[in-house]
T-cell receptor, first 116, second 113 residues
Framework: DAGVIQSPRHEVTEMGQEVTLRCKPI?????LFWYRQTMMRGLELLIY????????DSGMPEDRFSAKMPNASFSTLKIQPSEPRDSAVYFC??????????????FGNGTRLTVT | QKEVEQNSGPLSVPEGAIASLNCTYS??????FFWYRQYSGKSPELIMS????GDKEDGRFTAQLNKASQYVSLLIRDSQPSDSATYLC?????????????FGKGTKLSVIP
């Protein structure tokens, strides 16, 4: 299995521009998570989906952030307009239910976003 | 707000020594606990999980859980330079059907050859 695939690996953009991050979860996984990691705040959960349906988006910082999962194999996280404080590494992770307590997250390689 | 606290370090230990990493959590009814390792510039990877009070051993790694004290630890025996990384403690949130993990900010471990 190729694992969770994220693109792009690096994104540099100017303040005010729209940014779209993409994720392909592991085939068969029914949960998809978007995390953001910074030195100051660590790994923060932004939103997660179950069977393509958003379950909890309480971690989304503000209306500039939106996420979609149009099908089981693709999700996007969009920031519009972007701001310098959005600079972080964004991770997508997936997991599979049906395993009792043990639901390990499988992380993608992340997208390093820099907003200037 | 459910919190997971870790000492940010850095924690420096000589090669061959035991590294001890600690974590406390605020949600008393949490049931599942995980340790992830993250190398610089890489994504987190799961190394241990623990659900019951006591110790769980896997090779050089031992996870310890004390639910009464809301405390989780990770011991790394015979530490190797390749163990140098940031170790993230994660707690699975309580609630039926909840699949959210709350992560601590991580402890940076440096193993000195």
């Amino acid at each position: 299995d190729a694992g969770v695939i994220q693109s792009p690996r690096h994104e540099v953009t100017e303040m005010g521009q729209e940014v779209t991050l993409r994720c392909k979860p592991i085939s068969g996984h029914d949960y998809l998570f978007w995390y953001r990691q910074t030195m100051m705040r660590g790994l923060e959960l932004l939103i997660y989906f179950n069977n393509n349906v958003p379950i909890d988006d309480s971690g989304m910082p503000e209306d500039r952030f939106s996420a979609k999962m149009p099908n089981a194999s693709f999700s996007t996280l969009k920031i519009q307009p972007s701001e310098p404080r959005d600079s972080a590494v964004y991770f997508c992770a997936s997991s599979q239910t049906g395993r009792g307590f043990y639901s390990p997250l499988h992380f993608g390689n992340g997208t390093r976003l820099t907003v200037t | 707000q459910k919190e997971v606290e870790q000492n940010s370090g850095p924690l420096s230990v000589p090669e061959g020594a035991i590294a001890s990493l600690n974590c406390t959590y605020s949600d008393r009814v949490s049931q599942s606990f995980f340790w992830y390792r993250q190398y610089s510039g890489k994504s987190p990877e799961l190394i241990m999980s623990i659900y019951s009070n006591g110790d769980k051993e896997d090779g050089r790694f031992t996870a310890q859980l004390n639910k009464a004290s809301q405390y989780v630890s990770l011991l790394i025996r015979d530490s190797q330079p390749s163990d140098s990384a940031t170790y993230l403690c994660a707690v699975k949130n309580s609630g039926a059907g909840s699949y959210q993990l709350t992560f601590g900010k991580g402890t940076k471990l440096s193993v000195i050859p």
